[in-house]
């Protein structure tokens, strides 16, 4: 009885490991298992190669009956299969984007992709693939500060003698709990520690001093857009437990609009002093979100009118300044109750376009996030640029741009983005180039009709 239990346990572990690596298979390189990448592939195919014999030449044959084990060979077989087929179609993919072509070219400018070593994305920068190159600890664990700097200049250098605009290198920079080039760069504290030590007289002159220090240290390195600051509201609530990255009740400046607004305005300001534009994150807010976008769909179910005051700090900071707004994978059922806010053509066009009249620059969030990833990150990629987001973030996993920018391209080939919605975006990046001068007409953000007793008008 015992003997028939363990071989009947032992079966369905073999078969439930079987599955699990055709699922690790069917996904090849997904963020998730992005630590494995170097031995991602060939691990699986050596426990395709081992468990196919194993099943194969099974001794005694008694304990391992024929039929058991053509089974097991045959799903040793399928999983080699789907391996290399998954491999091959994620290199046909990087093949085609180093090809180029007017499509991958038009799509790519509007991406910013991180990266291991800078040799990885010399032939992207120099041929007009990417738009921009996100920066964090990996690339500085191997290097220096001087090494890293060296060599992003040397790729500022390939782009003016392809005749192509300057690289947009971003950074995630906030201080406090986010600091991705701590301490390579000086680890500062969060900005909402300005709030309890600055009196309401110093308090914008020691945010901008700030913004300096900081922006000094960026552009040292070769910096020129910083992922922060973060205007969301301080939540009423503590964090939830389930939230292990997004944590912005640690990274929120206040939770009074206006004071959010006061400090992020002289950070910005401090930041351009030394060449540095910055980003307003997360719109639409996450005060009141408390999934974890990082893996899963959030929802934001209040109503315009209720979020007008986690509006204010995005509407007050952007307007006259050149500052870039972050998009985060937040559904607003309000206005889109399908796609999130980074991808969706009715918050972009409705909300931020018309109500605000914003015309600067709107980034997503990353694209390797669970709350979107797991829709197709070519699928996502191409609605983004198809609702009017400027900026394609492609961070922390950098594989994953070669399936974002061959998703976008296919889309442009088919019509799915218009062609006057990507010359639209490329005057406001035009603009938004470092070196280039902020109009800060192009980046104002008026005041929407408003109702008599003060509230938005509803007009989404």
């Not at 040397?154 to 080039?181: F, K, S």
């Not at 059922?333 to 999130?340: T, Y």
């Not at 996993?397 to 998703?407: L, V, W």
Request: glycine share 10%; proline share 6%.
């Amino acid at each position: 009885m015992l003997r028939s239990l363990f071989r009947c346990w032992r079966t369905a572990l073999a078969w439930a490991t079987l599955l699990a690596l055709l699922c690790v298979a069917w996904n090849l390189k997904h963020p998730l298992l992005y630590g494995l990448r170097a031995c991602e592939t060939a691990l699986l195919l050596a426990v395709a190669v081992l468990g196919g014999s194993a099943a194969l030449f099974c001794r005694p044959p008694g304990r391992c009956p024929a039929s058991r084990r053509r089974a097991l060979g045959c799903g040793m077989l399928v999983l080699a299969s789907l391996t290399v087929g998954r491999e091959l179609e994620f290199q046909s993919d990087r093949q085609r984007v180093l090809a180029g072509g007017h499509e991958m070219q038009a799509v790519g400018r509007h991406f910013i992709v991180g990266f291991r070593a800078l040799e990885e994305v010399e032939a992207l920068a120099a041929g007009g693939l990417i738009g921009g190159l996100y920066l964090t600890r990996r690339n500085l664990r191997t290097g220096n500060v001087a090494t890293l700097a060296a060599g992003i200049a040397r790729l500022q250098e390939l782009r003016r003698a392809a005749g192509l605009p300057p690289l947009i290198v971003a950074a995630d920079q906030e201080g406090g709990p986010v600091a991705h080039l701590s301490p390579w760069l000086e680890r500062l504290p969060a900005l909402s520690s300005l709030v309890g030590e600055a009196s309401p007289a110093t308090l914008a002159m020691r945010a901008r001093r700030y913004g300096e220090r900081q922006g000094r240290a960026l552009a040292a390195l070769g910096v020129n857009l910083n992922l922060a600051p973060v205007v969301d509201l301080r939540p009423a609530q503590p964090d939830s437990a389930a939230d292990f990255l997004t944590r912005i009740g640690d990274r929120a400046i206040d939770d009074d609009p206006a004071v959010v607004s006061e400090v992020a305005r002289a950070y910005v300001e401090g930041l351009a002093t030394a060449g540095v534009g910055a980003t307003l994150k997360h719109f639409p807010g996450l005060a009141r979100v408390r999934a974890d976008t990082h893996w899963r769909r959030a929802t934001l179910t209040a109503g315009i009118d209720e979020l007008r005051g986690d509006w204010q700090p995005f509407r007050s900071v952007s307007a006259g300044a050149c500052a870039a707004i972050m998009l985060g994978h937040v559904v607003l059922p309000a206005v889109d109750p399908e796609q999130a806010v980074s991808h969706s053509r009715s918050v972009v066009q409705t909300i931020l376009r018309q109500q605000w009249n914003y015309r600067g620059v709107l980034i997503t969030d990353d694209l390797n996030m669970g709350a979107v990833y797991r829709q197709g990150i070519g699928r996502v990629a191409a609605q983004s640029l198809a609702a009017g987001v400027d900026l394609l973030l492609v961070s922390y996993d950098p594989d994953q741009y070669f399936r974002a920018i061959t998703g976008a391209a296919r889309a442009l080939a088919r019509g799915e983005i218009e062609p006057a919605m990507l010359q639209a975006s490329r005057q406001r990046l035009q603009q938004f180039a470092p070196g280039s001068p902020c109009r800060p007409a192009l980046f104002t953000a008026q005041s929407a009709p408003e109702r008599p007793g003060g509230s938005v008008a509803p007009d989404v």
